[in-house]
């Protein structure tokens, strides 16, 4: 079993200061912390920071097995700090937004969590320049940073 915490995770939460993030102000709406119930394999996420904004735009949309969109977005310029290593080596230099159960689970052990949650995040097009609020997190199965879950996500119309 993989550890949870690896050196490169405790290189870069000590060298890299997550420090180019955006507070938002939080409400019921947009900072929900009761989606942490549905969402798979939680233990392998380390919140950095709850309810923080990123724009960008986005690159690709995968639709995963546990029901989760798994969306790369280029940062829009000067939010590169967010990114890991890993983010620029696995995830071509974006950061990772995941909207929970955007479609239905196939993967069995992931349906116990949805239970009776309904998504009413959007899941955007390719290219579109967006706004997403989430936690931002570390993936310790990858050791990249992601928004997840995505509590909004809004286009932007340039």
């Known amino acids: 079993m993989r550890a949870f915490i690896t050196p490169l995770f405790i290189f870069y939460l000590f060298h890299f200061p997550f420090s180019g993030y955006t507070q938002v102000t ?34 690709s949309v995968k639709l995963k097995g546990d029901g989760d969109a798994h969306i790369l977005v280029k940062l829009d310029a000067g939010r590169e700090k967010l990114l890991t290593q890993a983010n620029y080596r ?23 969590f ?21 936690n931002l997190v570390i993936d310790s199965h990858h050791d990249w940073a992601e928004i997840h879950p995505a509590l909004k996500i809004t286009v932007i119309n340039d």
Request: contains cysteine.
């Open 26 to 59: 939080t409400t019921e709406t947009t900072c929900d912390d009761t989606l942490w119930k549905h969402v798979y394999n939680s233990m392998r996420l380390k919140v950095l920071q709850k309810c923080i904004t990123v724009t960008g735009v986005v690159k």
């Open 90 to 112: 696995d995830a071509d230099s974006c950061m990772i937004v995941e909207v929970i159960y955007a479609i239905d689970a196939w993967k069995f052990d992931a349906k116990q």
């Open 114 to 134: 949805r239970k009776k949650y309904v998504n009413k995040v959007y899941v955007p097009k390719l290219g579109e320049h967006i706004e997403a609020i989430g």
